[in-house]
């Protein structure tokens, strides 16, 4: 569960994904047959809708649910108006401007798992075709219509936590990416059940967490953890990384690093990327796969060798 909100870079990504849309929205929205009063509405309120935080985006999408209710379809269905998804229209928006958005926001790991790639590149000799991640809907596109588009509400994200965990669910519980939180929001714990697991050459381990922000944020954390079943997955899947990181820190110690830094003039960040190949700052941390649990059990397998 990683913060991507990167304080003034973010806010500048979020200003250049309005620019780089808001014509071909507007365009969109005057293609369609809309009451002159709330077609003004709408275009009033558009750099709102797209560049509005989560609060205020759950308030607009209710205020303009009333003017464009949902209606029954021939089976009786109820579904958005169509002239809203027209004009909000992810499919459109994915194949136009997609990976312009993914490319600068330079997320590289799932904020949700921080486990798979979310990179973005393009590939020349396939008639420079395009490759970039999943971005999920935080709040979904059958509820939150008019919010489809909204930069706050497009979470780059890997297939296997946006389509086989999130899908349509109810986000509203769980911790957004976009918070602003203090470094270590929550830790993850790892308690070795065995001697041989204690210093790396056993796989027996439970993870646990440790949460250190507010008792709101706290609470969404750990209802992400086990929405994504993060607990099961790093356990079941990945108790090999976990002793090998174990058996790294124990094998070359904080003195290797340190032989590192002073032979070849590196940082610390540097050198620890040299050994557990991904980044110890926090701010670095998505864009690597691994790196957060990597980071706290090298802290933790610190705290407690000392």
């Known amino acids: 569960?990683?913060?991507?909100?990167?304080?003034?870079?973010?806010?500048?990504?979020?200003?250049?994904?309005?620019?780089?849309?808001?014509?071909?929205?507007?365009?969109?929205?005057?293609?369609?047959?809309?009451?002159?009063?709330?077609?003004?509405?709408?275009?009033?309120?558009?750099?709102?809708?797209?560049?509005?935080?989560?609060?205020?985006?759950?308030?607009?999408?209710?205020?303009?649910?009333?003017?464009?209710?949902?209606?029954?379809?021939?089976?009786?269905?109820?579904?958005?108006?169509?002239?809203?998804?027209?004009?909000?229209?992810?499919?459109?928006?994915?194949?136009?401007?997609?990976?312009?958005?993914?490319?600068?926001?330079?997320?590289?790991?799932?904020?949700?798992?921080?486990?798979?790639?979310?990179?973005?590149?393009?590939?020349?000799?396939?008639?420079?075709?395009?490759?970039?991640?999943?971005?999920?809907?935080?709040y979904s596109q059958s509820n939150f219509p008019f919010i489809s588009l909204s930069f706050y509400n497009l979470i780059p994200s890997c297939n296997v936590c946006n389509t086989h965990f999130k899908s349509n669910k109810d986000s509203s519980k769980i911790f957004h990416p976009y918070t602003k939180v203090k470094s270590n929001h929550f830790n993850f714990k790892n308690f070795p059940n065995d001697v041989a697991s204690l210093y790396g050459s056993g796989k027996n381990i439970s993870l646990d967490f440790d949460f250190n922000s507010s008792n709101s944020i706290n609470n969404k954390i750990?209802?992400?953890?086990?929405?994504?079943?993060?607990?099961?997955?790093?356990?079941?899947?990945?108790?090999?990384?976990?002793?090998?990181?174990?058996?790294k820190k124990i094998a070359f110690s904080d003195r290797y690093i340190k032989e590192l830094e002073n032979t070849y003039n590196l940082s610390f960040d540097d050198a620890y990327s040299i050994l557990f190949e991904t980044h110890h700052k926090e701010i670095l941390l998505h864009k690597k796969p691994f790196s957060k649990l990597k980071k706290d059990i090298f802290d933790d397998v610190n705290i407690k060798s000392s």
């Open 222 to 247: 750990k209802d992400s953890i086990d929405f994504f079943g993060i607990k099961e997955i790093y356990e079941t899947c990945h108790t090999d990384l976990i002793q090998k990181i174990i058996h």
């Open 1 to 138: 569960m990683l913060s991507i909100n990167f304080g003034l870079e973010t806010e500048n990504n979020c200003t250049n994904h309005y620019e780089e849309i808001k014509d071909w929205l507007i365009n969109r929205l005057n293609s369609k047959t809309i009451k002159k009063s709330l077609k003004d509405q709408l275009k009033n309120d558009l750099e709102k809708i797209i560049k509005g935080e989560p609060k205020e985006l759950l308030k607009l999408n209710k205020k303009y649910l009333k003017e464009f209710p949902k209606k029954n379809n021939r089976k009786g269905k109820l579904i958005n108006d169509s002239r809203i998804t027209y004009i909000f229209n992810y499919k459109e928006f994915r194949r136009k401007f997609g990976f312009t958005l993914s490319n600068n926001l330079k997320i590289e790991c799932c904020p949700y798992c921080n486990k798979n790639y979310t990179s973005s590149l393009l590939i020349k000799r396939l008639n420079n075709k395009n490759v970039f991640p999943e971005f999920d809907h935080f």
